[in-house]
């Protein structure tokens, strides 16, 4: 992309960001305008708000189980319900209550002068009503009427979830049943198998924005909580709707109370119980106004905390018991066909440095080899003039079809068509089978596959490399073969930026034990003395920095292994990178190494250094180490 395309994106930017200014101001200008829905008078006081005169309760005259709340107050004033089946903001609430028994009802209204509630008030139920609880939702929850159930949240002591991704989900704190389900094309319980990444995606809601959702995974996001043995609860029908929730060994209590569902709403209202959480949010669980669900078939459940939005995944308990774990999968999830190749032919070569290896089958290398010279200190062969010639070119002609020229060791070629499947396997037209070097061999399975294990990207984030693999027949393990993707020399290299090498900082900075190299910091001695122009720094894909470290002395005992990574943002914090990333790097002393990141487009500099963990506690003299920053690119 050419300097002129990225500024417009910038100025698209800044655009956006004015026209959001303008909506605001307008929705404010909008809700102080006087009229007819405007919040009424301050003078509004607790005692005016009192049954037959600012709301009336009524049975309905052919079934007395449903009930009707209705404000009195006129549209000027926008009612607050709190009722047996949850909270409502509507002008007539329509409550279907299967159970007898006496209830409260609390009344109140919006004023300019802050919220005012009545007095709480009660209506009777006198009877049964089974069809209320005949409902899939109530079944499906409790098991039926005078059965119970029993759930647990997905993720037990051991870091394993077994349907989700983690045990909670995070959510705009306005998404509801009717956003989920419309989303997967079918409100119905469990219509077909629930495929979440179907099922969930970005819809306007009623204010016309996004509905943000993140479905975050545990093992990536450790932080939201540690592993543990949650607790259980199980709800009935027997003789009324209860709950029994048990977290006391987790150290959140049990609790007995009692549930009730509102069907139309996708809400479950508790009394004297909240529903199995975790510690970290607990605090949110005790302050909802309304716990949704999002989702619920016969073995999973989803409740979203209103008004958090964190949202809390559970299996029930037969799920559980009956769950048998599958073998792993590999990292790698991307579109196969379209990673391969294109409608024009891209060309693989079999890597020089590491042409194979073995991994595990959750794609964790089996051998920590990078370089050519790691092959032969290990005992296994390495042929440079066989691997030389070793290259995959495929050229896509359909969603899932292509072509190939497959060049062996010895530079013969075979030509040939190949499918790919939904587990990412590329199903050859033909068994290939040759020496790549010495007696290993690059082979096909029986089934004349090789699967995608893992990939790896550039430092514009752009794919650039894949290890192909095949299981082996009787361990748990794949050979992989490492194809890299060949570039033209054409394309962008990028652009070099001015550095003044006298003004860059480097120590440790934070005094957290890292080594810092500081290019700028809005925060640091680098603001008044920067050693590159901020304002320089616009790009829409990428940014790297190649460092030379000298005169690092490690101390006895060090790690001798210290991550490196850019910690990056850019002028205004839309685009960021803290590390974690491919583009991160591992640093073992003095030497040359390369970071890089894609934070996305990007328009000056807020913060923008080096950090490499825990070095700078290894260091034996820190005043001795220099730094030079040799290169930075932005692309």
Not at 76 to 86: E, I, K, R, S
Not at 142 to 165: C, I, N, Q
Not at 197 to 214: F, V
Not at 492 to 512: A, C, F, P, R
Request: glycine share 10%.
């Amino acid at each position: 992309m050419q300097v002129g395309n990225k500024q417009k994106l910038i100025i698209m930017k800044k655009l956006i960001n004015i026209f959001t200014l303008f909506a605001l101001f307008a929705m404010m200008f909008v809700s102080c305008s006087p009229d007819d829905y405007s919040l009424g008078s301050k003078n509004v006081k607790a005692e005016d708000l009192v049954e037959g005169i600012a709301f009336k309760i009524e049975h309905d005259a052919s079934n007395p189980n449903i009930i009707y709340l209705t404000s009195l107050m006129g549209n000027g004033y926008t009612p607050l319900w709190n009722h047996p089946q949850g909270r409502s903001q509507k002008q007539k609430v329509t409550l279907k209550m299967p159970f007898p028994g006496t209830y409260n009802v609390t009344f109140g209204v919006e004023t300019p002068g802050g919220i005012v509630y009545g007095e709480p008030v009660t209506f009777t139920v006198d009877d049964f009503y089974a069809d209320f609880v005949n409902d899939d939702v109530w079944t499906m929850i409790s098991g039926g009427v005078g059965k119970s159930k029993t759930w647990y949240l997905d993720l037990d002591a051991e870091g394993v979830s077994r349907h989700f991704l983690a045990p909670m989900y995070f959510f705009t704190g306005t998404y509801n049943w009717d956003a989920l389900h419309t989303a997967s094309g079918d409100n119905y319980l469990d219509a077909d198998a629930w495929d979440w990444k179907k099922a969930i995606t970005p819809l306007a809601g009623d204010d016309g924005n996004a509905l943000w959702y993140w479905l975050a995974d545990w093992p990536g996001n450790k932080w939201m909580c540690d592993a543990a043995d949650f607790g259980t609860m199980t709800f009935d029908l027997i003789g009324g709707a209860n709950i029994k929730v048990d977290q006391q060994a987790y150290g959140l209590g049990s609790y007995n109370g009692s549930y009730m569902v509102n069907v139309d709403e996708h809400t479950i209202a508790f009394t004297d119980a909240y529903p199995v959480n975790v510690t970290s949010r607990n605090g949110e669980v005790l302050a909802a106004t309304e716990f949704r669900i999002l989702y619920l078939s016969e073995d999973f459940m989803q409740i979203m905390l209103v008004p958090s939005g964190t949202c809390f995944n559970y299996i029930s308990k037969e799920y559980k018991d009956n769950w048998v774990a599958g073998d792993p999968e590999p990292p790698y999830n991307g579109n196969a066909n379209d990673d391969l190749t294109s409608t024009f032919t891209k060309k693989w070569k079999l890597s020089v440095n590491t042409p194979y290896n073995w991994t595990g089958l959750d794609g964790t290398f089996l051998n920590n080899w990078s370089s050519s010279a790691d092959y032969s200190v290990a005992g296994y062969p390495y042929n440079k003039s066989m691997i030389d010639n070793i290259s995959l070119s495929m050229t896509k002609t359909g969603e899932k079809t292509g072509s190939y020229i497959l060049t062996d060791g010895t530079a013969k070629e075979m030509k040939g068509t190949y499918k790919t499947d939904a587990n990412n396997n590329i199903i050859f037209d033909t068994d290939i089978s040759f020496a790549i070097s010495g007696s290993q061999m690059l082979s096909t399975t029986g089934d004349k596959a090789l699967r995608i294990i893992r990939s790896e990207k550039d430092e514009s984030g752009e794919l650039s490399g894949l290890w192909l693999g095949r299981r082996d027949n009787t361990d748990a393990k794949y050979m992989v073969y490492h194809f890299e993707l060949m570039k033209a020399a054409s394309e962008d290299e990028g652009t070099s930026m001015t550095i003044d090498q006298s003004k860059i900082v480097h120590g440790d900075l934070e005094s957290n034990g890292n080594l810092r190299i500081e290019i700028y910091n809005a925060y640091g001695s680098t603001a008044a003395s920067p050693p590159v122009k901020p304002s320089d720094f616009i790009f829409d894909k990428s940014i790297s920095v190649t460092f030379t470290l000298g005169g690092v002395t490690l101390k006895t005992g060090a790690i001798g292994s210290y991550k490196a990574a850019l910690s990056f943002a850019d002028g205004d914090w839309s685009a960021q990178y803290w590390g974690g990333g491919s583009g991160d790097t591992n640093v073992s002393g003095n030497g040359t190494y390369t970071v890089w990141c894609a934070p996305g487009v990007s328009d000056g500099l807020m913060v923008f250094t080096v950090d490499v963990k825990d070095l700078a506690n290894d260091i034996v003299d820190l005043n001795a180490v220099t730094v030079k920053v040799d290169k930075i690119t932005i692309k």
